[in-house]
């Protein structure tokens, strides 16, 4: 299946917020729109710092081990994502970059390595499910990032 990426400028420096996602507990916050039940494992951030969430999306529910697996600061982090009993396998990928004139674009890209059948016949309709739901987690997040630099006088 083709990956889905979404991106949004937000107001902060790359080290402001690869410090804000490299803590994985942190993206609860922008994505509990449809990730819940979140538990934590491992170390609190970097590499080998791990969620188990479940995902409710089209209608349907899955538990998801989350698990970031490589880090780049400050522009890049890697998750794994297994879900669906093991049938699907996907990797999470924020990069960022900075803009011209301040502030940071955060592109995420989730790439199925393995998908069940059901995804892979219904493609165009997991894709766009799953962009929505992550455009919304990145109008979250730039809201989150907005809302801590008000909060801490920068």
């Not at 409710?56 to 600061?73: N, Q, Y």
């Not at 990069?95 to 199925?112: C, D, H, I, K, Q």
Request: net charge positive; with cysteine.
């Amino acid at each position: 299946m083709k990956p889905v990426t979404v991106s949004i400028g937000v107001p902060r420096t790359p080290e402001q917020v690869y410090d804000f996602l490299d803590v994985l507990a942190h993206h609860e916050r922008f994505t509990d729109h449809y990730l819940s039940d979140w538990g934590c494992g491992g170390p609190a951030r970097g590499v080998g710092s791990r969620v188990t969430v479940t995902a409710s999306l089209g209608g349907t529910k899955t538990d998801v081990d989350i698990e970031v697996v490589e880090a780049d600061a400050p522009r890049r982090i890697v998750e794994r994502n297994v879900s669906a009993g093991g049938r699907r396998l996907a990797r999470g990928i924020y990069v960022l970059e900075p803009l011209r004139g301040g502030g940071t674009r955060v592109s995420f890209t989730y790439a199925w390595v393995r998908a069940p059948l059901s995804d892979r016949l219904l493609a165009p309709v997991v894709r766009a499910t799953m962009r929505r739901a992550n455009r919304t987690a990145m109008r979250r997040l730039a809201a989150e990032l907005t809302r801590r630099g008000s909060a801490d006088g920068s």
